[in-house]
C-alpha cells in the first residue's frame, strides 16, 4: 500500500519527467534505510517491544512497524485518509522529494554506466571477509578500472560493500586527477593494443585469402593436368580402338594373296589340226566324227567353267572363316560313257585317234579341275596365314594399350 501511495504522489508532482525518474524516486523513498529512518521520526520505536536485539545492521524491525502502521490506517480509514496521512504527516515534514531525487544512493549502477559510456572494463572483486566485535559478517570489495585498482568499499554484505567501493570509485573519478591521468594512459593504451589487434587480423585474413587463392590456382592447375589427362587418355583408346594396319601388314596380305584365276582351256592343237583336216569332201569325214570333238570341246568348257565357280566359292568360304570341303574330281559326263561305249573296235563309225584325243582331253579336264582344288586349298592356307599374322599384333596392339592406361 506503500509504494501506491508514493507512486501516486510521485507522479503527481513529477507528471513531466520520465519513468525512470519517478521510478527511482520512488524506490529511494520507500528502501528500507529511509523507512527506518522515518520511523524513528515518528517515534514508532517507543512503540514496539521486541525480544531481539534492535541495534544489529540489518535490523529493519522499525521500518517493518512503518510499513505496518500505513497497512492499518488503509484498512480502518481507507485509500484517501491513507494518502492524505503520508503526503501531510509523513512527506511534507520529513522528505524533500526534489532533493531526494537528485541524491545518487545506486553508486554501483552509475558507475557500469560511465564504464560503458568511455568503454572501459571494470569489475567487483572480493578481496577479504571476516567477522566484527558482534561475530557479524564483514565484505571487503574492490574496484578495478582497465586493470587499476579503484576504491575500496566494505559492508555487511556484498551488495553493500560493491556499493560502498563504487561510490569511492566514483568519488576518485571526479577528484583524484592522478588517478584520471592513470585512466587516460591505460585507455590509450588499451586503443593502441585494440588498433595493433585489428590490424594483425587484417594481416592474418590478408595472408589467409592470399593462401586460398594459390591454393585456388593450384587447384585450377590440378583440373587442367585432370582434363589433359583425360583426354590423352581417351585418344590413345580411340587409337588402340581403331587399329590401322602398317604398311608391312598391307604389302604382306597384297604378297600372300592367293591368284585363284584359271585360264579358260583351249583346244589342243591336235583337236584343231583334226578340225581342219576333217573337212567335206574327204574320204575319211564322217560327219559324226566331226561333232565328237566338238562336243567334247564344249564339255572341256563347262568343266573349266565348273572349276572357276568352285574356285569363287572357295574364296567366298575363306573370306567368311569357313572351311570349303575338297572339292570332288570331275566325272566324265553320260553323253561322254555313252559315246566311249558305242565306239567299240569294229565300227565302221569308229576312229581310234579320235577316240584317245576324247580321253586325253578328258584327263586334261581332271587334272585342270585338281589343280583347281590344289590352288584353292593353297589361297586357304596363304588367306588364313595373314589373318593368324594380324590377330597377333592386336593382341600385341591392346596389351600396349592396357599398360598405357595404367600407367596414365
Known sequence: MLDAVVADVVFTKFDTKKEGFLTNTRSKIVQRETLNKLALQLGLDKLVKSSTRTVSHNNYMYGNAFEAFIGAIYVDQGYDACKHFIEERVIAPYINIEKLARKEVNFKSKLIEWSQKNKVKISFDLIE?????????????????????????????????????????????????????????????????????EKAANAEAEAVATDIEAVATDVAAVATAIAAAKTATAKATTEVAEPEPTEEILNATEATEPELTV???????????????AEPGDADFDEEDADEPEEEAEEADEAVEEAEEETVSAEESTEAGET??????????????????????????????TADESEEEAEESDKATDEAGEEAEESDEATQEPKAIASMLQGLIEKKSEEESHKA
Open 263 to 277: 585360264d579358260e582351256a583351249e583346244p589342243s592343237e591336235e583337236v584343231l589340226e583334226e578340225a581342219e583336216a
Open 324 to 353: 570349303e570341303e575338297p572339292v570332288d574330281e570331275a566325272e566324265p559326263s553320260d553323253e561322254a560313257l555313252e559315246e566311249a561305249e558305242a565306239a567299240e573296235p569294229g565300227d565302221a563309225d569308229f576312229d581310234e585317234a
Open 129 to 197: 571477509s571476516f567477522n566484527d566485535q558482534d561475530n557479524n559478517p564483514i565484505f571487503q570489495t574492490q574496484v578495478t578500472v582497465c586493470g587499476i585498482a579503484g576504491g575500496i568499499g566494505t559492508g555487511y554484505s556484498k551488495k553493500e560493500s560493491q556499493q560502498n567501493a563504487a561510490k569511492a570509485t566514483m568519488k576518485k573519478i571526479q577528484s583524484d586527477q592522478a588517478f584520471r591521468a592513470e585512466l587516460d594512459a591505460a585507455k590509450a593504451a588499451l586503443k593502441k593494443a585494440k588498433k595493433d589487434a
